[in-house]
């Protein structure tokens, strides 16, 4: 090996002083590449117990891992040489544009996980031109959220009261509020055993026992944050101090059946969509019934354990009512390659929880804002290496589901 000493002007010319960044938060935020770094950041920054209400899923959690195993259990075939210099995400859903083919799902209590919630993630979500659902189980009201993203779509999902008038309540409230779709959860007679919840005690809102403040004492964003903002409450309750399982058990209507429907429907001006439709003879049903969309959901694995994975249900279930109504898919979405073979297989638009949940904890609003860029960044690559430069261009040969998780009466067809 030939030696030579050092150019100090070659040297130079390799060394980049970079002025400090001003803002840590966006600076740290930028160095999550995939929704996975988020959920790492997001474990670093929250308390125990309101992590593992988001992580978590119904007892042995293998509704979550499967549907996650069926997108990591993707192959994708490209086509080349396609001009794919521009590509548009865009497209109509439930009789509107959206900008990207994924929204944000309603999720319960979201200013446990950070003080900004559901204000965060409506902002972020009309900044990027994509639909936010507010939980009945929100802390924000629906007027606060409506202010948050004015001029974007916000989408109402209700839960069953066992006092009727409460939900009819809330559907008045969402349409006078401009609400433009009413989501009504359909699998949740009772609530799913969440173990992590039972073993760490969580109460809603959580309680400040010596464990939890010892534990919690490195998470100091957070806990400043919990006790110098308005005290955690349900918008649409005045006061709960149980598991979310007890509230849902106690609030909720377990008599509920397709019956309700033209009942909710009566009032809603909006589009109504079912979610949590778990098999073929329900999303008949439910088309019957003049829903204008369905959701293939089990409720990101938080209710019955060992459900089916919803990817695995699209085809048929497209097949079936697929010219009659919207079908929509949520649960185990981590990258935009999932939201791609979803469309991919003829949902027309998808819907994530935790990966937005992971982004808030992580960062608040900004993390928000970062969890949508690394998906509508992966889904714009994915859809360029596959050659398409239009979602209408993806059909069911790009994505071929690898044999491991597939149930065996769909191998035998
Ligand atoms: C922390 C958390 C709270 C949720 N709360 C609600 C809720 O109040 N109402 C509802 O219909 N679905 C709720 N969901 C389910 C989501 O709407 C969605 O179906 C699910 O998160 C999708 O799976 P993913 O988290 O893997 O994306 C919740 C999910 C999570 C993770």
């Known amino acids: 090996m030939k030696r030579q000493i050092p150019n100090l002007r070659e040297i130079a010319s390799l060394v980049r002083l970079r002025a400090p960044h001003i803002s840590t938060r966006k600076h740290r935020l930028d160095s999550a590449l995939t929704i996975w770094d988020l959920r790492d950041m997001a474990k670093r920054r929250t308390p125990r117990g309101p992590f593992d209400y988001t992580d978590g899923a119904a007892e042995a959690e293998l509704s979550l891992s499967r549907a996650r195993q069926a997108f990591e259990d993707i192959e994708f075939t490209p086509g080349i040489l396609r001009d794919v210099s521009t590509v548009d995400t865009s497209s109509l859903v439930l009789g509107a544009s959206v ?14 996980m950070h003080a900004e919630g559901e204000v965060a993630g409506a902002s972020s979500a009309g ?11 929100g802390i924000t009201t629906v007027e606060d959220v409506k202010a948050a993203n004015p001029n974007g779509r916000n989408w109402f999902q209700l839960y069953m009261w066992k006092v009727r008038e409460r939900s009819r309540a809330h559907i008045e409230r969402a349409a006078a509020a401009g609400y433009d779709t009413l989501l009504v959860t359909v699998d949740v007679p009772v609530a799913g055993a969440r173990l992590r919840d039972a073993r760490n005690g969580l109460t809603i809102p959580p309680q400040l026992t010596l464990k939890t403040v010892v ?11 919990f006790l110098t903002t308005e005290p955690l409450a349900f918008a649409t309750l005045n006061s709960w101090s149980g598991t979310v399982g007890d509230l849902l058990d106690s609030m909720f209507d377990p008599s509920v059946t397709f019956d309700d429907l033209a009942w909710i429907k009566a009032p809603w001006p909006g589009k109504l969509v079912a979610k949590g439709v778990q098999g073929v003879a329900d999303a008949k049903r439910l088309a019957a019934a003049g829903v204008d969309g369905i ?28 010219r009659d109504m919207e079908v929509h898919i949520d649960t185990g979405i981590m990258n935009g390659a999932d939201i791609v073979a979803s469309i991919a297989m003829g949902s027309q ?51 071929t589901q690898l044999l491991r998780l597939v149930p065996i009466r769909q191998v035998n067809r």
């Open 127 to 137: 900044a990027a031109g994509i639909p936010f659902a507010l939980s009945t189980l």
């Open 349 to 399: 638009f998808t819907r994530v929880g935790r990966a937005y949940l992971y982004g808030l904890m992580a960062g608040g609003c900004e993390g928000v804002d970062r969890a949508i860029e690394i998906l509508s960044g992966q889904i714009s690559r994915t859809m360029r290496l596959l050659g398409v430069s239009e979602l209408a261009e993806l059909t069911p040969h790009h994505p």
């Open 99 to 112: 900008a990207l083919p994924f929204g944000i799902a309603p999720t319960g209590f979201t200013r446990m």
């Open 215 to 225: 534990t919690s004492m490195s998470k100091w964003e957070w806990c400043f944050n």
């Open 295 to 322: 959701i293939l959901s089990n409720y990101g694995g938080r209710q019955l354990d060992r459900a089916p994975v919803p990817f695995h249900l699209l085809p048929q279930v497209v097949r079936e009512v697929g």
